[in-house]
């Protein structure tokens, strides 16, 4: 085996789950984050199949369903809050669109992050600012911590990729954008959800959404809108409230409650959508895993899957093969089918998800109740199973536990 000083870039999901497998191997793992700490933002993420399968095989399921979220299922609801469709939790044998094992995406963090503790070194409140490869390693050069070598650098480090940008190109090159723009943040407004995660939708390409969090009286908000890419300061959280509130300005539901909350919200965030698509997920001694290689955007409810699922792989294939350029080989052999059908959006895509007038608006919420019937139950249940299609490699450091 090579030197074995790795640098992951990104504490998100893919980042802490790679430094886990990759310590349980004996690798040296050093994680440069730019949070000051792991970032609690996001709504719920849905552990189906293989991504389901690599917590359960990290030890971890007992305590993912300790801090998994009680949900009765999606509505659909209208302005003064009356259902107008519904898809229980229960339906598709919990793996329907709010799958049976719903997790907070800051809990399943926290959760990862503990994991790998107290082995792996993180340097927090920082980035990558260069890097420069030799024959032997990689010099990596950050915007605080002083310059280190290392033998391998991952890009963990999502859809805006650091590692990408210097080691691949420019992101314009490898994002797709979806036209689609999306806010999420926490509140400890009352809104009487009786458990649902509810979600409105307005004429425009609106979508606002509330799902009640894990701690009493906490609710997860959603604000999403179609639009032509729009340039905005990524770092200037009050634009991007003003925008929001434009935008979502004189409509019904909870949306004006919403908008007051997320002034003050701990955790908002607020990204384009996008797809990444890269035809290689390394170059020399730089790989990418999760969204920053692959990123199926959370239309798919895939994304975490994919993230668990590459961070194992990729471990796993650095453990065994001795040769790094074999092991970023055969991660992407390995991961290629299983990326390209995630990446395939489900029915109607982003249109769906957000419809932009009335009647779309009836359409999509009429094929929401058909899709527990036949013949749309067999469409639908193909698009949820696809968390599993994937044979999880056996490595000699993953036997399950
Ligand atoms: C705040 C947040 C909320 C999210 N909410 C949802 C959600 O509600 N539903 C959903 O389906 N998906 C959500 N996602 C996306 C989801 O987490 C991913 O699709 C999936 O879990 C794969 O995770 P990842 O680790 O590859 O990427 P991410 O989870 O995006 O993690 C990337 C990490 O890299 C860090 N990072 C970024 N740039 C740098 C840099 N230059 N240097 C160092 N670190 C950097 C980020 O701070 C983040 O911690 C969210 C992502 C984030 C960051």
């Known amino acids: 085996m090579e030197s074995n000083d790795i640098l992951i870039s990104g504490a998100g999901i893919a980042g802490p789950a790679l430094a886990y497998w990759l310590r349980e191997a004996g690798f040296h793992v050093t994680v440069v984050e730019r949070a000051p700490a792991p970032r609690p933002g996001g709504q719920t993420v849905d552990l189906r199949g293989a991504g389901r399968e690599v917590i359960s095989r990290m030890g971890l399921m007992e305590r993912a369903r300790a801090v998994s979220v009680e949900q009765r299922g999606m509505a659909m609801v209208n302005a003064s809050g009356r259902f107008t469709a519904r898809m229980p939790a229960d339906g598709f044998d919990g793996e329907g669109m709010v799958s049976e094992i719903e997790i907070l995406r800051g809990d399943l963090g926290q959760l990862l992050y503990e994991a790998t503790l107290p082995d792996v070194e993180y340097l927090f409140d920082d980035t990558v600012t260069g890097l420069s490869e030799d024959d032997e390693g990689v010099t990596v050069t950050f915007e605080k911590a002083a310059d280190r070598r290392f033998t391998l650098v991952v890009g963990a480090d999502g859809l805006h990729s650091r590692v990408r940008s210097l080691a691949f190109g420019p992101e314009s090159e490898f994002v797709r954008p979806l036209d689609l723009y999306t806010a999420w943040f926490t509140t400890t407004e009352e809104l009487e959800l009786d ?40 770092r200037d959280t009050a634009a991007q409230q003003g925008l929001l509130e434009r935008r979502f300005a004189g409509l019904g539901w909870h949306v004006p409650r919403l908008l007051r909350a997320m002034r003050t919200a701990p955790d908002f965030f607020f990204d384009s959508m996008g797809q990444v698509r890269l035809d290689r997920w390394f170059r020399g001694r730089v790989a990418l895993v999760g969204d920053a290689g692959y990123c199926p955007t959370p239309l798919t409810g895939l994304g975490t899957s994919l993230g668990l699922v590459g961070a194992y792989v990729l471990a796993g294939e650095l453990a065994t093969a001795g040769d790094h350029r074999v092991a970023f080989e055969n991660h992407d052999r390995i991961m290629r089918p299983y990326v390209q059908q995630a990446q395939q959006l489900p029915p109607g895509g982003a249109r769906s998800y957000a419809p932009g007038n009335a009647l779309a608006i009836r359409l999509r919420d009429l094929s929401m109740r058909s899709m527990t019937s036949w013949p749309l139950r067999s469409l639908f249940g193909a698009q949820f199973a696809k968390a599993g299609n994937i044979e999880l490699p056996d490595y000699d450091h993953t036997a399950a536990r």
């Open 195 to 234: 458990g649902w995660f509810q979600m409105y939708s307005a004429p425009g390409g609106l979508v606002a959404s509330a799902r009640p969090g894990r701690l009493p009286g906490e609710t997860k908000a959603g604000l999403s809108f179609r639009s032509a890419p729009l340039s905005y300061d990524r």
